[in-house]
């Protein structure tokens, strides 16, 4: 691992890079156990508007919580504890939906409890991302954060190629619910892990905005309009990105709910395959990652960016016209190879537009916005699905999801920070 990501432990920066990537190792069990949220749910007997909630809620938690975490963050000089805090609580959220089959009430009331509290926990994790992100830019310089958010993805998806492999087998060869229950207990005590490594990282006290500490009032809808409005004014490249990246994500949002609701009711897929599906994925991402890492360095992010954000929408187009689940796990490995090109292009764009003297604000704007949308999508895919099938949608999103893709053609994104 050390030779792999050339650290020198030796050095601040890179004892915390080596921290963040074997954080990253430990989260990802308990996210590993987390990619059958839904898939629980329909074992329990949720419907597919309810389903779609896991989706569509957690980002409206998003929309309400980025803004006001970005600025009570900004007012803190030691942002850390509150991080801490809130993944700690989020993730002990998991043992909460381990305990719910215990409760002698009806399967599907079951099913809507353990959506509300997957959803309702979720405003904590949103809490955690906003500070995070900025996080990631105080203890991690520029030159680096490739390297580390590479490192950091190759061990996510390396994780959770085996683990959703092997979570799969298990949940489909232990009885049920007893198998959800274990396998989340054990998710949330190796996040415990996680969280011993982020303790470990060294973050240096922030600058809190003098813009955003002067103002103490009580946060309304409007007040949020207004930041959202200065944001948007003040940044040309942080406009682009937003706009573009919600065309682009209309179609990724809507789509989301509906795969496993097409895999499992439509094609008959349980949860071994689901398992399976999630290790094709993560599998070929590690080698995608280590791909595009290389051709990042030659090509930008901006230009790596628009090339491989076309491809994306592909994936659910071509997923709605195959029929066979085997044909579905080779177009899944190909989609991983593709999709760490957009992640660590889009990442490192997005940083580079935002300002450094407030990055949790930009961060909170620009989630607030994403989120409306990915609030909203999921929703009217679960309602077309329901009107024109799962097949029909799948493939409507995807072509909804390249043409929206165009738009980092049509107005592509300076690398360096400008105001025009």
């Not at 004892?15 to 996210?31: D, K």
């Not at 398992?275 to 991402?285: E, M, Q």
Request: charged share 10%; aromatic share 12%; proline share 4%.
């Amino acid at each position: 691992m050390y030779r792999l990501f050339n650290l020198q432990v030796d050095r601040a920066e890179d004892r915390n890079a080596w921290y963040l990537v074997v954080e990253m190792f430990w989260a990802s069990m308990l996210a590993s156990a987390a990619t059958f949220n839904a898939a629980f749910a329909l074992r329990l007997g949720a419907t597919n508007t309810q389903v779609s909630l896991l989706s569509s809620i957690p980002a409206l938690m998003a929309v309400l919580v980025s803004i006001p975490a970005g600025r009570y963050l900004n007012r803190q000089s030691r942002r850390k504890p509150y991080l801490l805090i809130t993944l700690t609580l989020y993730r002990a959220s998991f043992v909460l939906v381990a305990l719910i089959p215990l409760l002698l009430i009806p399967d599907n009331t079951k099913a809507i409890l353990v959506i509300t509290t997957i959803v309702l926990f979720s405003c904590l994790a949103h809490f955690f991302n906003v500070g995070f992100i900025p996080m990631l830019s105080d203890v991690i310089s520029e030159g680096n954060r490739a390297s580390v958010f590479s490192a950091r993805n190759i061990i996510y998806n390396l994780s959770l190629s085996v683990c959703g492999f092997l979570f799969g087998l298990w949940l489909e060869n232990i009885a049920f619910p007893h198998n959800y229950q274990i396998l989340y207990v054990f998710g949330f005590l190796c996040s415990l892990l996680s969280v011993y490594y982020l303790i470990k990282v060294n973050v240096p006290d922030s600058i809190a905005s003098p813009s955003i500490v002067q103002t103490h009032s009580k946060i309304s809808i409007s007040k949020l309009l207004e930041m959202l409005k200065d944001f948007l004014s003040e940044n040309k490249g942080f406009i682009r990105i937003t706009l573009n990246t919600l065309m682009h994500g209309i179609g990724v949002w809507a789509v989301a709910p509906l795969y496993v609701l097409h895999f499992v009711r439509d094609l008959g897929a349980n949860e071994g395959w689901l398992g399976l599906n999630s290790t094709a994925a993560t599998s070929t991402t590690i080698l995608g990652f280590i791909i595009w890492r290389w051709i990042i360095s030659r090509w930008g992010e901006p230009i790596t960016l628009k090339r491989a954000i076309m491809w994306v929408g592909f994936y659910p187009f071509i997923v709605g016209l195959l029929p066979s689940l085997t044909s579905i796990l080779v177009l899944t490995a190909i989609n991983g190879l593709i999709v760490p090109g957009v992640n660590l292009s889009h990442f490192n764009t997005l940083l580079k537009v935002i300002p450094a003297e407030n990055r949790p604000g930009y961060t909170a704007a620009y989630m607030t916005i994403a989120n409306i949308g990915a609030f909203i999508c999921p929703l009217i895919g679960v309602s077309l699905a329901n009107r024109f099938g799962l097949t029909a949608t799948i493939i409507g999103c995807g072509v909804l999801c390249i043409l929206g893709s165009s738009s980092f053609w049509l107005w592509p994104i300076h690398s360096q920070n400008k105001s025009s």
